[in-house]
């Protein structure tokens, strides 16, 4: 199978063809969310752009296993190797198990992932379900000399490590992905507490002892205590997905120290990566500051579902969080604001609109000519722009090309015939719908009344017809009237008449 995706590589920071390393299987991997609060916009864009990638290379044809995980224990405040258990801490303000707020987090989790049309994953693993793996892991970088305990708990160490890679002639020495060097990681690292127990600064936890207090913990030949944050991503990547694997996604935030230190433990522990592309979205922003409870512009999904918090004007609806993720190249940032929401709703209903209005227009006996050419271009541009990794804007921008000829189609501006009219109605559902993920979110009933509700309309104007032949100006402009007053815009033209509703 020949791959026209080119995808954005950061490891090697260009555009590489996407060849798989055994096609037609693929094996992509990406970091889930660490389940002690609310799912916020910072978890909808990677989960995003990593059902996009996974709904496209499924419609190419690729056998894909998508692994997502779910952290459960492990990861400390700050991204540190010290401080309490994110999860540990949530579970002692609320007085619950910290299972507990793993799984209520993870329902939610879950639950809004839904709502915004985002695929389960093949496979969604659990850290706290593959204590033993990492315990392996550890015990394979601890036997190849990269590793060592320190009062109970267990250090990768960086220096050892790249004197091993500068030995072994190997590129991937600690720092490749995020591109900083050993210097700068120790000078950013000599203020983080426990450095005593550490024989240099940078050197991360693979396992720590759990202190007296600490309610996670598990026996290990070290100590009891639980796993390094970086540990579980390496470990369950390995067992579902095998020592090597295609891609690697995740935040840009987690290209250091999180994927930096995945990619040592895997070169420690194996002799060689696991991963070939690594690819990671960009931030978010929120009327261009970082998103945080410090500046007060923390706005969980709930929130933007239902409106209920001080910076939204209103509630958005979740396709419209998705077509605005989605308006943006996921390299890209992204910065939400009122007036930008307000604009990719308008942008969705007016993709929508012309999907339902091709359900309206009747085939001609040939096509004009634009619409013959927008028409017969519309798949091969879609194509060209999601094979240029995964050109989202481009793809909507194609699209909404696409609108202007079905609006046309429907004011009886343009004609289209009938091979042209079922290409354009796949294409349109194909990328708006199936890879884009955008859901209209009708079920089958309400899809039973507005069709109905369409027929109905029609019939009020088929009377309209009949009053204006007969000379009948006040019923005829009186029916006209009260359509306008219910919402629909009525135009005459010479080719016949046409409406639609203004929402």
């Known amino acids: 199978m020949e791959s026209k995706l080119v995808i954005y590589n950061t ?6 063809r996407f060849e798989p390393l055994h096609a037609p299987h693929v094996g992509m991997y990406v970091c889930g969310p660490t389940v002690y609060g609310d799912p916020h916009l910072g978890h909808a864009r990677p989960a995003i752009t990593f059902d996009l990638l996974f709904r496209y290379l499924k419609h190419l044809g690729y056998k894909v296993r998508y692994v997502r995980n779910i952290t459960d224990v492990g990861h400390l405040e700050h991204d540190a190797d010290e401080g309490e258990d994110k999860i540990v801490k949530k579970a002692r303000l609320e007085q619950l198990e910290p299972m507990e707020i793993a799984q209520y987090y993870t329902n939610r989790y879950h639950y809004y992932m839904d709502q915004l049309n985002v695929l389960r994953p093949s496979i969604e693993p659990h850290a706290t379900g593959h204590i033993i793996e990492q315990q392996q892991l550890v015990q394979q970088i601890m036997d190849n000399g990269l590793a060592y305990e320190s009062n109970g708990s267990v250090y990768f160490d960086i220096v050892a490590y790249n004197k091993w890679v500068a030995s072994t002639g190997s590129q991937y020495r600690y720092g490749i992905l995020s591109g900083r060097s050993l210097e700068n990681i120790k000078d950013e690292s000599r203020e983080l507490a426990g450095v005593g127990e550490k024989r240099n600064p940078a050197d991360f936890a693979l396992w720590k002892k759990a202190q007296p207090e600490h309610i996670m913990r598990w026996p290990s030949p070290w100590s009891d205590g639980f796993p390094g944050w970086h540990c579980e991503c390496t ?11 295609d891609i690697h996604g995740g935040g840009m935030d987690l290209v250091f120290p999180h994927h930096e230190c995945e990619i040592a433990q895997a070169q420690a522990s ?5 991963v070939k ?3 990671h979205n960009n931030m978010l922003t929120i009327n261009g500051k970082k998103m945080g409870k410090s500046y ?7 929130q933007f579902f239902t409106g209920k918090h001080e910076l939204l004007e209103k509630a958005y609806s979740p396709m419209t969080i998705r077509f605005f ?3 943006a190249h996921y390299r890209g940032t992204v910065d939400f604001s009122n007036e930008a929401l307000v604009a990719a709703e308008r942008g969705l209903e007016k993709l929508m609109n012309a999907i339902g209005d091709l359900e309206r227009i009747n085939a001609s006996q040939a096509c004009d000519a634009e619409t013959e050419r927008i028409v017969k271009s519309l798949r091969q541009k879609c194509y060209d722009a999601m094979n240029d990794d995964l050109a989202t804007p481009q793809v909507i921008s194609h699209l909404f090309e696409a609108c202007t000829v ?12 009938a091979d042209c009219l079922k290409e354009l109605s796949e294409t349109m559902h194909l990328f708006a719908e199936d890879i884009l993920g955008l859901s209209v979110q009708r079920s089958s009933s309400n899809a039973q009344r507005e069709a109905a509700f369409g027929k109905v309309v029609d019939m009020v104007l088929e009377l309209r017809a009949k009053a204006k032949a007969d000379k009948d100006w ?7 009237d009260e359509l306008a007053a219910a919402g629909f815009e009525v135009k005459d033209t010479k080719d016949g008449v046409t409406w639609k509703l203004n929402r």
């Open 277 to 279: 592309y690594w690819m």
């Open 474 to 480: 006040a019923t005829s402009d009186k029916i006209r």
């Open 325 to 327: 993720i989605l308006s």
């Open 270 to 274: 194996m002799g060689h990566p696991a």
């Open 406 to 417: 079905v609006n046309k189609l429907v004011d009886h501006k343009a004609t289209i015939c």
């Open 296 to 302: 007060n512009n923390f706005i969980t999904l709930e």
């Open 235 to 245: 470990a369950m990547g390995r067992k579902y997905l095998g020592d090597e694997f």
């Open 11 to 16: 490891l090697t920071r260009q555009m590489e």
